[in-house]
């Protein structure tokens, strides 16, 4: 359609809109939008977004373990075995497929026998068999092989290592090994590393357990200590410094002797990762060891 010249250009505008002379070209409304599929993102209905809780009510409000890696540490007999294994029986209730890699050899099959009946578990009993692995060999090399065959082949949901730290200590306090400790530490920081790549990739819930050094058992004492963990956490948990960057929970376990002379138990939250950020918290959370795991 020819333009004329002695209109308003404004108006000449709507006439070709309104009547458009390429009868060959569809409207805005008319053309499908082309799919575009990322390599580097999913979209957000698709992204698997994996959580856990404690069966205490009162647990499960405070604390949240989510998909990547969460770091369990603190003294022997704090409660961090039975901790993860109040977690472990909780995701097979809700459908997960649970790998549970007791380097230690610490959870025994009288333990699993008295969580599972001290509640009224819906999953077959059975799924036990292969939710407890027991490796034969400690070292970090056995470790990365059996946890990228893990990852691989049983694509589970959930995966806890119980614990880091006589695997990392068994080739560290090694005298024939002394001059390997730089090699040992870099093992362990591949190791990390796989799992993080693997945690994110697979949206599976990592958790990982390791021995921290608790000072004392004093209430004033512990205080002390729960301020410079908040600063350095990694320092005490003896995992190194690639976890202050990878693991998204640090939950601390503390046992107390008060003025009363009993002992109680408490979680500690000293960094959670949000984003790219961390945020601290000094909140005590008392819980007790039962035969559910812990409450």
């Known amino acids: ?150 990852i691989s082949l049983e694509k589970p949901d959930m995966l806890i290592i119980d614990s880091f730290t006589p695997v990392f200590m068994k080739d560290f306090t090694d005298p024939s090994k002394q001059r390997d400790k730089w090699n040992i530490t870099n093992e362990r920081e591949n190791l990390v590393y796989k799992l993080f790549e693997s945690a994110h990739d697979n949206k599976i819930i990592v958790v990982i357990v390791c021995h921290a050094k608790q000072v004392s058992k004093k209430k004033e004492d512990v205080e002390k200590q729960m301020k410079m963990l908040a600063s350095e956490p990694e320092l005490f948990a003896g995992v190194g410094r690639r976890f202050e960057y990878l693991a998204k929970l640090w939950l601390y376990f503390i046992k107390i002797i008060d003025e009363e002379s009993e002992i109680k138990r408490y979680m500690v939250i000293t960094r959670r990762k949000v984003g790219e950020n961390f945020y601290e918290s000094k909140e005590k959370i008392e819980f007790k060891i039962s035969n559910i795991g812990v409450e």
């Open 1 to 150: 359609m020819p333009i004329v010249a002695n209109k308003k250009p404004e108006e000449t505008i709507k006439q070709n809109i309104t009547n458009p002379s390429f009868s060959n070209v569809s409207t805005l409304s008319q053309i499908q939008r082309p799919q575009f599929k990322s390599t580097f993102r999913k979209p957000i209905l698709e992204y698997q977004y994996r959580t856990i809780t404690f069966t205490s009510p009162r647990l499960s409000e405070k604390i949240t373990i989510e998909n990547g890696i969460n770091l369990f540490y603190g003294d022997p007999e704090t409660g961090k075995t039975s901790s993860c294994m109040n977690l472990a029986f909780n995701a097979l209730e809700k459908g997960m497929k649970v790998i549970y890699y007791d380097t230690e050899h610490g959870v025994h099959p009288d333990r699993i026998m008295q969580i599972y009946k001290s509640n009224n578990w819906s999953f077959d009993f059975n799924l036990l068999y292969r939710t407890f692995v027991y490796p034969d060999k400690l070292d970090w090399r056995k470790l990365f092989d059996d946890v990228s065959r893990i």
